[in-house]
């Protein structure tokens, strides 16, 4: 697939934002912990949450999406094998590891995958099951992890991976005595997974800090959970008002969570106003100056909002820089947006970005997620056509984004770039998921 986008038109009108892919991923994993039916309101359609699913129904979950609302039943968990084709789409798939260990005593999972943005490596994960008891061995492409009981333990984190404490907090709700999670990552998401075991049966407190303490249940109940909004896709279409210079109010937000992204939006001039569930962007007739970002774990900038900033500085007055400093391969945007006129110098983990007045349409394609909806904000700001390529990977993260994009006066087009049952096989879709309208 490809869009094809004619830019120049300043945004305007109200989008709403959909829940949030990376809060009900690790909800989905969370959810074998259960004994019950699980449901799950707010649920986007992404391919990641298709992937998710089917990694479920391959664990023996009936998985049942209507609309958004996802019904998850785990009496028929039985498999603790989730297959190579699918982990190896989806980084998040590994989140059923500890799961699996508490409820079935073993797993065999697939080495991850998901977008070419670093290493991210897993040992964050392993040390962790290794202290709350279990026996972890890595071999032939597989990590086979197995537990009689596990135990509660007390584990440092190096560093505040997001994934890695969603896992051990899942996994030590079932863990016997007590788990503390010392220098814990303090996402929203993290919070929300949170409120679901909690609501669960689960006793998790410290969620949002720097220290998390799990006390160990016997079992967990089935439950009924919203997810929160997802603060990326909220910031994604914040920065497209900005860089068409116009004026959008995106619905269905939690401010709170976007204070970072926020706080750069009006350093470089955009006005923002918020009030409890929305955020006016306006940027009509403004011209806009350049500020420095650094990425840094939450309540710092995000890193997955780090590409499209970096599209609107290049259409900004004076000298950006961006520094990275949580994945060290995040910058496969640059050489296309440079192919669109954008000056941008790289330096190891950091990108100096001179702005220009104008951007020019191109043939571009995305590499990873974010990555490939910066390209779709900077064809927006551009002269003449951009086409972007690689849409499969904007897919992953955001739903009916071009759909939205028109919606608010930009000149957006999906173009099929293959036969239909080479777009099935490229979108993993398979007959084992219900899904319905």
């Known amino acids: 697939m490809k869009l094809m986008i004619r830019g120049g038109r300043p945004l305007s009108g109200r989008v709403k934002v959909h829940g949030a892919k990376n809060a009900v991923l690790p909800i989905i994993a969370a959810s074998i912990l259960t004994e019950g039916d699980t449901v799950i309101t707010g649920v986007p359609k992404l391919e990641d949450v298709y992937t998710a699913l089917e990694v479920m129904v391959s664990l023996g979950v009936d998985a049942r999406l209507r609309g958004s609302t996802l019904t998850l039943r785990t009496r028929g968990l039985s498999s603790f094998e989730a297959p190579y084709e699918l982990v190896r789409r989806m980084r998040a798939s590994f989140l059923v590891t500890g799961p699996l260990v508490a409820r079935l005593g073993q797993a065999r999972i697939s080495l991850p995958g998901g977008c070419a943005i670093g290493t991210r490596p897993i040992d964050l994960h392993l040390k962790g099951l290794e202290a709350l008891g279990a026996r972890v061995r890595i071999g032939h492409g597989c990590i086979e992890a197995r537990a009689s009981r596990l135990v509660g333990s007390r584990i440092y984190l190096d560093y505040p991976s997001v994934g890695a404490t969603e896992h051990l907090i899942m996994t030590a709700c079932l863990a ?19 409120n679901y075991l909690n609501a669960a049966g689960a006793s998790v407190h410290g969620a949002g800090t720097k220290v998390v303490r799990v006390e160990g249940v016997s079992s967990l109940r089935g439950v009924r959970h919203q997810v929160i909004p997802d603060r990326i896709e909220a910031g994604t279409y914040m920065v497209a008002a900005a860089i068409t210079r116009g004026t959008v109010e995106v619905e269905g937000v939690v401010p709170d969570h976007l204070t970072a992204v926020t706080a ?5 001039g955009v006005e923002v106003t918020e009030d409890e569930t929305t955020v006016l962007v306006n940027a009509a007739r403004r011209r806009l100056r350049a500020v420095n970002i650094k990425t840094m774990p ?20 004076g000298l950006g820089v961006v520094t990275e400093t949580v994945f ?11 192919r669109m006129g954008a000056d941008i110098q790289v330096d190891g983990r950091t990108a100096a970005v001179q702005g220009t007045r104008v951007l020019y349409g191109a043939e571009v394609a995305a590499a990873d997620l974010r990555g490939g909806a910066a390209l779709v904000l900077a064809g927006l700001a551009a002269d003449g056509v951009t086409v972007v390529r690689g849409v499969e990977h904007i897919d992953r993260g955001y739903e009916a984004l071009d759909a939205n994009l028109r919606r608010l006066g930009a000149s957006v087009r999906r173009l099929r770039a293959a036969p239909p049952e080479e777009e099935r096989a490229a979108s993993g879709a398979t007959s084992r998921v219900t899904a319905g309208s």
């Open 328 to 338: 060290e391969n995040r910058f496969a945007h640059v050489a296309e947006l440079k």
């Open 298 to 317: 939450y309540p710092g900038f995000p890193t997955d909002m780090q590409a499209l900033f970096m599209a609107l500085l290049a259409t900004t007055d």
């Open 264 to 268: 750069k939006l009006r350093e470089t």
């Open 176 to 194: 016997k005595g007590t788990t503390i999670i010392e220098n814990a990552a303090e996402e929203p998401e993290v919070v929300d997974m949170a």
